[in-house]
């Protein structure tokens, strides 16, 4: 049955979201807070909010004239999008990303267990930092002939790949897509709470892996346990031809090594942001470029295949800002956050922030895109925050947690669904796989957003 589920493309669940908000307009009673500045952003006054008399409805045609709006709005995340996304394409034609994954997993190839921790910490550290996900689909054959090799199944290869990557997303320490999107929507600085977030990943992680370990043990010890036995699809392919590191490959991830360093330095020194973080990615796909010997019209190609492929993000990230607009436009949504508020506000500042997960992790399922996610969701969940009494860092976790750990099992995340199809894993058997382990990281969740409420999460 759940094979069979036919999901809208995200785009249109989007602009039925638009379509709703501009409902909503018409429905809703208009309605504000007051503001105030406080630490350098704009937030609610509680208690201050008031309907607003004598106002006109939207004109219809403001369905369509919001999507111009809502890119032009973006236009500082969609074109770092943009430049971040050619970067990725120009280090991804090195070669040294593959490279360097496939060493890590060869090189505990005899020792299981060891292979699913570096591989788990491989791919979890490359979506913490730099938002790595469609990048790791090149390696799922390499990844599942070495499980195989050892007695694993495709699904324990799987779960070293996505279950570390939603945890990178979910845990994660400066992901460009993510965490800096959310931060700058809810007027905090770039990077900021890092240490919390540190501090946070490392029992994340031990849930993860001492699940995927499970399974693993149990697929080594009776082969007949495996949830794909009977599913001749999910059995491996044929690795690609992968080659050894070589020291032009060592330059450039020294390189992109040195650019993260570079960027977190600018950051907490200087403020930077996207202006400035669009320089140094573009600044690293020609450095790359260079000591790869590529061309310039080879670099310029790359780049622009790699922007390209993010057209789908950026368009995305744009209908997500129309909706916050028209809702914006309608006087409705103050509304909207006064009547979130207030369920969140009779059961106090902890179990709030426990709210707020949930309601992320719901709207995952409608909205997958992270950044797109942030666009939507965070206008909204920073003025609660205000309101109930936790700090707006406090919001951004609930946000980060929700999206990165539901990428792990929502239909609608094209990066998971694309996996599963190249490996012929249906949807229903993966499920079976991750919704223990959904449950768990919920648990642990909840548990760290109160924790992070009692502390005074800044």
Not at 54 to 79: C, H, M, N, S, Y
Not at 322 to 344: F, K, N, R
């Amino acid at each position: 049955m759940i094979r069979k589920l036919k999901v809208p493309h995200t785009l249109v669940l989007l602009y039925c979201m638009i379509l709703l908000a501009y409902v909503l307009t018409l429905v809703l009673p208009a309605g504000q807070f007051e503001t105030e500045v406080s630490h350098g952003h704009e937030v609610v006054v509680p208690g201050t909010y008031a309907v607003v008399e004598g106002t006109k409805p939207l004109p219809l045609w403001e369905v369509f004239t919001v999507i111009p709006r809502g890119l032009g709005d973006a236009q500082g995340i969609i074109f770092f999008v943009f430049l971040i996304g050619g970067a990725l394409a120009v280090i991804r034609a090195s070669g040294a990303l593959d490279a360097a994954l496939a060493k890590v997993l060869n090189r505990f190839s005899g020792q299981p267990m060891l292979l699913i921790l570096m591989g788990m910490l491989a791919f979890a550290v490359g979506s913490s930092t730099i938002g790595m996900a469609e990048e790791y689909i090149p390696l799922v054959a390499i990844l599942i002939t070495l499980c195989v090799g050892m007695r694993m199944d495709t699904v324990a290869a799987l779960g070293i790949m996505v279950v570390g990557y939603g945890i990178g997303y979910g845990t994660a320490v400066m992901n460009p897509f993510t965490v800096l999107v959310a931060q700058e929507v809810a007027g905090l600085a770039p990077v900021s709470g890092l240490a919390f977030r540190l501090f946070m990943f490392l029992p994340f992680f031990a849930v993860g892996y001492i699940h995927v370990v499970r399974y693993a043990k149990k697929v080594r010890q009776d082969p007949a346990s495996s949830l794909v036995a009977d599913i001749p699809e999910a059995q491996p392919p044929k690795p690609p031809e992968t080659g050894p590191i070589t020291a032009r490959h060592r330059w450039v991830l020294l390189a992109t090594l040195a650019t993260l360093v570079l960027v977190v330095w600018g950051i907490k020194q200087y403020q930077w942001y996207f202006v400035e973080l669009g320089a140094a990615f573009f600044a690293l796909a020609v450095v790359v470029g260079l000591i790869d010997r590529m061309s310039f019209d080879d670099m310029a190609h790359r780049f622009i295949e790699g922007a390209g492929e993010l057209i789908g993000t950026a368009l995305l990230i744009g209908f997500a800002r129309a909706i916050e607009i028209t809702l914006s436009d309608g006087l409705v949504l103050h509304t909207i956050v006064h009547g979130l508020s207030q369920p969140l506000q009779a059961v106090g500042a902890e179990l709030s922030a426990v709210g707020m997960l949930f309601i992320q992790s719901i709207l995952n399922f409608f909205i997958p895109s992270g950044s797109g996610q942030a666009y939507v969701t965070m206008p909204i969940m920073a003025p609660i925050s205000d309101i109930v009494g936790v700090s707006r860092q406090v919001a951004v976790l609930a946000y980060q947690m929700g999206d990165g750990f539901m990428n792990m099992v929502v239909p609608t995340n094209a990066v998971l669904m694309g996996i599963l199809g190249i490996c012929g894993i249906p949807y229903g058997r993966w499920f079976r796989f991750i919704w223990p382990l959904m449950l768990q990281l919920f648990l642990l969740g909840s548990i760290t957003m109160v924790i992070a409420v009692l502390t005074g999460y800044q």
